[in-house]
């Protein structure tokens, strides 16, 4: 059974940090691109950033461009995204998803709130 957990949200300030780690099982995670998707109140799933297997290749959509990066452990099964000088309009529940680009989230997810 595939397994994605996601953590590392919280409460932030404008221009402030986080990390998000998302937990993966039950699928060889290092045989596959892995993403990270949000979902702001209201709003439909956008793509935010998508890393290879390998860690080879990266895609940030434009919003997030040069604020977040995308990474993996595949010894510990796991993804990250590092995300930084926060916005309100980061505001949103983070998934992180089995494949390069958006799909449909399988996890629980983590809440990212960016406000003052």
């Known amino acids: 059974e595939v397994q994605l957990v996601e953590s590392g949200g919280?409460?932030?300030?404008?221009?402030?940090?986080?990390?998000?780690?998302?937990?993966?099982?039950?699928?060889?995670?290092?045989?596959?691109?892995?993403?990270?998707?949000?979902?702001?109140?209201g709003k439909g799933l956008e793509w935010v950033s998508s890393i290879s297997s390998s860690s080879v290749s990266t895609g940030y959509a434009d919003s997030v461009k040069g604020r977040f990066t995308i990474s993996r452990d595949n010894a510990k099964n796991t993804l990250y995204l590092q995300m930084n000088s926060l916005k309100p309009e980061d505001t949103a529940l983070y998934y992180c998803t089995k494949q390069w680009g958006i799909s449909a989230p399988e996890g629980q997810g983590t809440q990212v709130t960016v406000s003052s």
């Open 10 to 41: 919280g409460l932030v300030q404008p221009g402030g940090s986080l990390r998000l780690s998302c937990t993966a099982s039950g699928f060889t995670f290092s045989s596959y691109s892995m993403s990270w998707v949000r979902q702001a109140p």
